[in-house]
């Protein structure tokens, strides 16, 4: 089993709001990504959790706060995000963030900034 | 700034038209993996590669990792509309400190096959 869930599929928020995306994986992987892509370009990373602690934070804007509360869980929490930050984002989980092991991706959030 | 260019970055064909798609770099990637994204999904694995100058085979799907491990190429076979998709080749850095264990993305190729 190789699958990595992701909700919501669809989030529509205002700028003003706060919402939270959430990754979940229970293949025993000890390394979880988060990613952000825009229509027909690769995944730009964001931050990289290993072993449940950040440890790659792409100078990403401090409107997006990642968090891991256990190894099978991630989440992303959106506040005062700009219309530009409206692209799909992915969670992805590998057995380690060390040399040879593979991505695998969730199906992604499509999120839409108003 | 390690970086893969992927080429070509369209490709618009007939059904049964064979197809090449190229990932380059001037850097040395311990392995490099092949995805395939269809609109609002997630990428999806379709091969690792690790070994330099390894040929792996999936289907109609022909993957080939560079003898310098530098390059890869995927070739489809009779292509069929539901290779229609977004491929994308990765690599592992072989770099360590801050790029341990990234991906490099290349840019992507955006297949249509058309029946």
């Known amino acids: 089993d190789t699958e990595v869930t992701q909700t919501p599929k669809h989030l529509v928020m205002g700028m003003t709001n706060k919402k939270s995306l959430k990754c979940e994986q229970h293949?025993?992987?000890?390394?979880m990504y988060w990613y952000k892509q825009k229509a027909k370009k690769p995944p730009e990373l964001m931050f990289v959790?290993?072993?449940?602690?950040?440890?790659i934070n792409e100078s990403v804007p401090s409107r997006f706060s990642p968090e891991c509360p256990n190894s099978s869980l991630l989440n992303l929490h959106l506040h005062a995000l700009q219309p530009e930050d409206s692209a799909l984002y992915l969670c992805?989980?590998?057995?380690?963030?060390?040399?040879?092991?593979?991505?695998?991706f969730g199906p992604g959030t499509r999120l839409t900034v108003t | 700034t390690q970086l893969l260019e992927q080429s070509p970055q369209f490709l618009s064909i007939q059904e049964g038209e064979n197809l090449t798609v190229y990932c380059n770099s001037s850097s040395v990637f311990s392995s490099l993996q092949w995805y395939r994204q269809e609109p609002g999904e997630g990428p999806v694995l379709l091969v690792t590669?690790?070994?330099?100058?390894e040929v792996k085979k999936l289907k109609r799907l022909t993957f080939q990792f560079g003898d310098a491990r530098k390059d890869s190429s995927l070739h489809i076979t009779a292509a069929q509309p539901g290779d229609t998709g977004l491929y994308l080749c990765a690599g592992r850095s072989m770099a360590g400190g801050t790029s341990y264990g990234k991906l490099t993305f290349g840019q992507g190729t955006i297949l249509t096959v058309h029946p």
């Open positions: 992805a989980s590998s057995q380690d963030s060390g040399d040879g092991y593979e991505q695998y």
């Open positions: 293949m025993g992987h000890r390394a």
């Open positions: 590669v690790v070994t330099g100058g």
């Open positions: 959790y290993s072993y449940e602690k950040l440890s």
